[in-house]
């Protein structure tokens, strides 16, 4: 399971075998047995490097298929919201404060 997420997602981010192990600094033949699934059960520390590069969660290679679809989808549709009302990504960090006080607020009112 974690290789086929582990292919899936590198494909998604148009990465090649070499140049995800490259990068993760991982030998290309030990990339290609875990996302062959011939090695499922690979150290924590080469997920976690590969999790890195691919810019997801640890947990997010050793989920099930579906929750991973279900979060790109649900990122996805925040993103796509956040174009809509036109907000690019360099407006993203000055909008960041708003989000910060609003989860405060809410964390206050949650409180009382």
Do not use: C
């Not at 000055?94 to 989000?99: A, C, G, K, T």
């Amino acid at each position: 399971m974690i290789g086929t997420n582990i292919n899936r997602i590198r494909k998604r981010r148009n990465l090649t075998l070499s140049e995800l192990a490259e990068r993760a600094d991982v030998s290309k033949s030990y990339l290609s047995n875990i996302e062959h699934n011939l090695n499922d059960n690979p150290s924590i520390q080469i997920v976690e490097k590969l999790a890195e590069v691919l810019n997801v969660e640890v947990v997010t290679l050793l989920g099930e298929e579906d929750q991973i679809l279900l979060k790109d989808n649900e990122w996805n549709d925040f993103i796509n919201n956040l174009k809509a009302i036109g907000i690019t990504k360099l407006d993203f960090d000055q909008y960041r404060i708003v989000f910060e006080f609003i989860k405060w607020k809410n964390q206050q009112d949650e409180q009382k």
